[in-house]
């Protein structure tokens, strides 16, 4: 039950508010560094290679604590895991601009990353629990937009805040945000406080292992110079998930139970969501990297050219309830997957002698059909949940979007080094492998809306809502 002496109205005014705070922080947060590093590098006297230590401690925080959070949110409450969480992330943001060398910057990095860690989840969950299932696709819908604006506005606001001003803003951009959140937490945050039997500690363990050695992996993919090291990490992760089956099986309380997954729409929902963005992650990843190779660019302009996908996930957010109300989840979901397959494949379409304006439609069209995209699967993915099993399903989807973030940019990376190693196959033309690799993950995504074949057709009803 929740402990708030505020009207439910009220709470369901600022609650996606306050989420969407945490979400626009943490994703703005998780791409602002990478066009950083450089002068990050050069003022703590450190080589570039090295910088990247700072992206790896904040991936795999997240990826150690998040199973937990639903645990913890159902233990202590979910307003004082949430504050807990944005007063680690403020605080974290402020060691990682006073640090003076590059170990005091991951370790505040991994300050960072529990606090993100708790952040999402926890505040998703508090969503979830508040609204009626009516309701929560209109919350979802307006929470889950900084998630899209995040990712193609930080390496822009990155580009321009080093240029203009200098590193340490990238993080002391987010005390004022992380202020805003704390103070609206305090006052309107439900503190949802459910019975629990114990923590599976042993299964956290294991799950977070599980979870630590597949980031390593997805985060080394992209750099490796010998791929046996790191495929054996990959296959060590996914050893340890299996392993995580088996003590799921035999152990009463896990802090996963199994039957999360003979729920339908949970099931396809974790599966779309990790198959479809092997497609979808990757192209704010290799379209500025094409533009800034290939086309010869800067990085300011690779970032104005995927700057429009922001505005326009604004329109899809706006028409994406209209379109889940009158189509279903089913047939939106299938449909939409295979128009980003066809768009993600358009982007192969302009050669080298083609203006940079071609991309620009096409990316902007992306970010409508992403925004849709990431409702829906969103959505859809809780939509039959039954209230015991909210705080860990909500976990567990958390973990499963943040993995599958990683299996898409390092896919990306292996598909475009494949055929940066052919040259007789790309005709001794780098952006002829840009082009192929754009094929190839997008008619992988058409591949995937098949997934979305084994929802029915009245799955998500119960989600349907009033604009």
């Keep these: 039950m929740p402990n708030t002496t505020l009207s439910p109205e009220t709470t369901k005014k600022v609650l996606p508010l306050i989420l969407a705070t945490a979400i626009f922080m943490q994703m703005l947060d998780s791409t602002i560094l990478n066009t950083s590093l450089p002068s990050i590098a050069r003022d ?21 604590f998040m199973p937990a959070s639903g645990f ?33 910057l991951v370790i505040s990095r991994i300050v960072q990353g529990v606090g993100g860690s708790l952040m999402t989840p926890v505040g998703k969950l508090a969503l979830i629990k508040t609204f009626d299932r009516n309701e929560l696709l209109k919350a979802m819908n307006f929470a889950i937009v900084p998630a899209l604006i995040g990712p193609v506005l930080g390496p822009l606001v990155g580009g321009y805040m080093v240029d203009y001003l200098s590193w340490h803003w990238i993080f002391l951009i987010n005390i004022p945000i992380g202020v805003l959140g704390i103070v609206l937490s305090i006052k309107y945050m439900p503190n949802y406080i459910s019975e629990i039997t114990e923590f599976d500690l042993k299964g956290f363990i294991i799950f977070a292992a599980a979870s630590l050695l597949l980031s390593i992996s997805l985060e080394l993919f992209g ?178 979007q943040q993995l599958a973030i990683g299996f898409g940019i390092a896919f990306g990376l292996i598909v475009l080094k494949v055929y940066e190693n052919s040259p007789d196959l790309i005709q001794h033309e780098t952006h002829n492998a840009f082009r192929y690799t754009f094929l190839t993950v997008g008619i992988l995504t058409i591949i995937s809306s098949f997934i979305f074949r084994r929802l029915h057709v009245s799955d998500g009803k119960n989600m349907n809502s009033k604009e």
């Excluded at 703590?44 to 150690?64: D, K, R, W």
């Excluded at 409450?77 to 060691?95: E, N």
């Excluded at 003590?247 to 974790?270: D, S, W, Y």
């Design 44 to 64: 703590l006297n450190e080589s570039p290679l090295n910088m990247q230590n700072a992206i790896i401690s904040y991936v795999l925080t997240l990826a150690v």
């Design 223 to 400: 750099d490796a110079k010998n791929i046996t090291p790191v495929l054996i990490v990959f296959i060590l992760g996914f050893l340890a998930l299996y392993y995580y089956y088996i003590h799921a099986k035999k152990k009463g309380n896990p802090i996963f139970p199994l039957n999360l997954f003979q729920v339908r729409t949970f099931r396809v929902g974790i599966l779309g969501n990790l198959a479809t963005r092997l497609g979808i992650s990757s192209v704010p990843l290799l379209l500025p990297l094409m533009i800034q190779i290939a086309f010869h660019q800067s990085a300011v302009v690779s970032g104005w050219m995927i700057a429009p996908m922001a505005l326009t996930a604004m329109f899809g957010k706006s028409s994406v309830i209209k379109i889940l109300n009158k189509y279903g989840y089913k047939r939106t979901l299938m449909v939409n997957t295979f128009i980003i397959g066809i768009l993600i494949c358009s982007l192969a379409i302009p050669n080298i002698n083609s203006s940079l304006w071609w991309f620009v439609p096409i990316i902007s069209i992306l970010g409508f059909f992403n925004s849709i995209q990431f409702t829906s699967m969103n959505t859809i993915s809780i939509a039959d949940l039954r209230n015991f099993q909210t705080s860990s399903g909500n976990s567990l989807i958390s973990v499963n």
């Design 72 to 104: 913890l949110a159902d233990k202590f409450g979910t307003k004082k895991i949430f504050i807990i969480a944005l007063v680690l992330f403020s605080a974290g943001s402020i060691f990682c601009a006073l640090s003076q060398n590059l170990t005091q």
